[in-house]
């Protein structure tokens, strides 16, 4: 009888052993996941690659179910919707919220201001990732945000005539996106605002004259090219743009502590990995821009100094009516004055 339950006990044993990896892997965790682009462009592939990374970094614990924008909720109803765990997460960028975050534009481009690598500088040394988290707090928001995707320098317009001083923009109907389009607005420019599937519309039928989107392998795909043959450099409206992961801080704090980390250290490869592909797609879009016809327009440097003087008086201005604005801007600007003397020693101009 002692023989049999010697057996018995082994047996038990042995099959809860075998029986343990399958239930490791029934324990997948799936989050459904939200972009801010149509399936098949640059940056709904960014997405896909960051699912990727998560797939693989956590063994296959952590699924993305990756949908196109508006597939679950329209794209500026996406924080909303993730706070309240309408779904898990949204990629995106946090100037689609400036509709309820006056200041959430600042954490995607500071008009006139920092570039990719002074973006992520601020944000990992200069506080700018912990005020990140403080404004989605301070609106009340049920989320934890991530760093995501820095995104290169954008063009500034794209236009059927070369524009190159601030003469040359008046009277030009043009898209622009808002902060700046706000304070092209103030100054007497001719600024409409449409959403990217308008755009090409709009410039065939002449309502615009002008257009921008954003960076030149994002724009080869828009198809802007073959009715604006001049783009306008430098990107002073969006010197780089930022993309960010909110998840639903329920969903994120169910998590064990060994996928959070996985899932930081797969979103921070990321961040790196998809700014320099995105970079190496510019390259190729650059060069195919100029084999068909495009014209880089260099705009005078007076005209890029007046502008950037323009966005950063409408920055001061909006600050003095905001508090949590004046935080936020306050402290990029503190940061620029440690960071830039530093970068011009540095770094070698090119």
């Not at 052993?17 to 939200?34: H, M, N, R, S």
Request: proline fraction near 6%; aromatic fraction near 12%.
């Amino acid at each position: 009888m002692k023989k049999f339950w010697v057996k018995a006990l082994l047996l038990v044993t042995a099959v809860l052993f075998l029986a343990t990896p399958c239930t490791a892997k029934e324990k997948v965790i799936k989050w459904k996941v939200q972009g801010f682009v149509p399936a098949g462009m640059l940056y709904h592939d960014t997405l896909v690659r960051l699912a990727d990374a998560v797939k693989k970094a956590t063994n296959g614990r952590l699924v993305f179910e990756v949908y196109p924008a508006g597939s679950l909720v329209p794209p500026f109803e996406g924080i909303k919707a993730v706070s309240d765990g309408v779904y898990q997460a949204n990629y995106g960028y946090a100037a689609q919220w400036v509709g309820k975050i006056p200041v959430s534009p600042l954490f995607c481009s500071v008009p006139g201001g920092f570039n990719p690598m002074d973006m992520q500088m601020w944000l990992n040394a200069g506080g700018g990732k912990e005020l990140w988290q403080e404004m989605y707090d301070t609106y009340g928001y049920n989320v934890k945000v991530l760093v995501s995707d820095p995104i290169p320098m954008e063009d500034f317009m794209w236009a059927k005539k070369p524009l190159k001083t601030v003469d040359d923009f008046k009277g030009i109907k043009m898209r622009m996106m808002p902060l700046m389009g706000d304070v092209l607005a103030k100054h007497g420019m001719s600024v409409i605002f449409v959403p990217g599937g308008e755009i090409m519309p709009n410039l065939q039928r002449g309502v615009l004259d002008a257009a921008e989107y954003s960076i030149p392998a994002f724009d080869k795909t828009l198809g802007i090219w073959e009715v604006c043959k001049y783009v306008m450099l430098p990107g002073i409206h969006q010197p780089t743009s930022q993309c960010e992961l909110v998840i639903n801080k329920k969903a994120w704090n169910a998590l064990p502590d060994d996928l959070k980390a996985q899932v930081e250290a797969a979103v921070n490869s990321t961040r790196l990995n998809n700014w320099l592909w995105m970079e190496e797609k510019n390259i190729e879009a650059v060069d195919f821009l100029k084999k068909n016809g495009v014209t880089f327009v260099d705009m005078d440097p007076e005209t890029v100094k007046t502008f950037t003087k323009w966005a950063h008086e409408y920055l001061d201005e909006l600050a003095s009516k905001d508090k949590f604005f004046a935080k936020v801007w306050n402290s990029q600007k503190a940061f620029g004055e440690k960071w830039y003397p530093y970068h011009s020693i540095y770094y070698l101009p090119h």
